[in-house]
């Protein structure tokens, strides 16, 4: 019964309207950005942005240049790397498949960003008492019976949601029935041992630069989220003791903060 999302960057003609659609949906306020030499804003994915469009030019055989959007967000991994190595449970997979956060139980530590091997969990460093955030793969409209809002507004059809098995089915059918269109392999059916964001691609992960782009090629098949684990026990008392001042001054922070909003009320 796990869900997932099928991205076919064949489909994406960078619109951005799932970023909108994002935004929407969570709440978060807009930021002020400015024009660059690349098409992508913004320019990188923060505690504000959950997903964001990357661009590509690829160059193909007769020396033009084709355009390539490619979607980013977390990667809802099967084995995620960020909640095994949370101490405290903080980061949960749910068996539907979303790995969602519980800003009750993080003591911000920031091991979850130092484990995720895509760079994805952001720290809120504006705020008095930091948390994490991150695309939760609308478990809150999962949870309704409905399907995520970048995917409910993909005009394209680029962003397909449904079980997972049935997309992988449905990647490697497209495969077959264009040959030379896709490249053969889907990112995420077996990448860092499994991820719900699967992605098709029309040139291989190294032409494309997937890469530099957030995206891994080296991970290989195995869970990395037993990486975490055999990190997280590698973890020398210092940095234990060091962790548990931050846990106090953490909860110090989020007692002020409690109590300045409560007093806010009363006025
Ligand atoms: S390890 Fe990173 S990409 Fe995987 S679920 Fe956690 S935050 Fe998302
Ligand atoms: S900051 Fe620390 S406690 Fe919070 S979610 Fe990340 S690993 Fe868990
Ligand atoms: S809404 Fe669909 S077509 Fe538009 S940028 Fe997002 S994935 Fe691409």
Not at 8 to 26: E, F, L, M, P
Not at 80 to 94: E, Q
Not at 236 to 254: D, E, I, Q, R
């Amino acid at each position: 019964m796990s869900k997932a999302v099928l991205i076919d960057t064949s489909k994406c003609i960078g619109c951005r309207a799932c970023q909108v659609a994002c935004k929407s949906w969570n709440d978060l306020p807009g930021k002020s950005t400015t024009f660059s030499d690349t098409w992508e804003n913004p320019k990188f994915l923060d505690s504000h942005n959950y997903t964001r469009v990357l661009f590509r030019e690829i160059s193909q055989p007769g020396g033009d240049l084709k355009w390539q959007f490619i979607k980013r967000q977390c990667m809802h991994c099967l084995t995620p790397a960020c909640a095994s190595a949370c101490p405290v449970g903080a980061l949960i997979r749910l068996p539907e498949g979303p790995v969602v956060y519980n800003d009750d139980k993080c003591i911000g530590c920031r091991y979850c960003m130092m484990a995720c091997p895509f760079q994805i969990p952001k720290f809120e460093w504006e705020s008095a008492v930091p948390l994490i955030r991150k695309c939760t793969f609308c478990a809150d409209r999962q949870a309704m019976g409905q399907e995520p809002a970048c995917t409910s507004s993909c005009p394209t059809d680029a962003l397909l949601f449904g079980e997972r098995d049935k997309l992988l089915k449905e990647a490697h059918r497209r495969i077959g029935a264009h040959p030379g269109k896709y490249y053969p392999e889907v990112y995420g059916e077996r990448t860092g041992g499994g991820a719900s964001m699967l992605y098709l691609t029309t040139a291989s992960f190294d032409n494309i630069g997937i890469n530099h782009l957030g995206f891994r090629t080296d991970l290989g098949d195995y869970p990395h989220g037993l990486y975490g684990r055999e990190w997280m026990s590698k973890v020398p008392w210092v940095a234990l003791t060091v962790g548990s001042l931050a846990v106090g001054l953490h909860y110090l922070n989020k007692r002020r903060a409690q109590v300045q909003s409560q007093e806010h009320k009363e006025e």
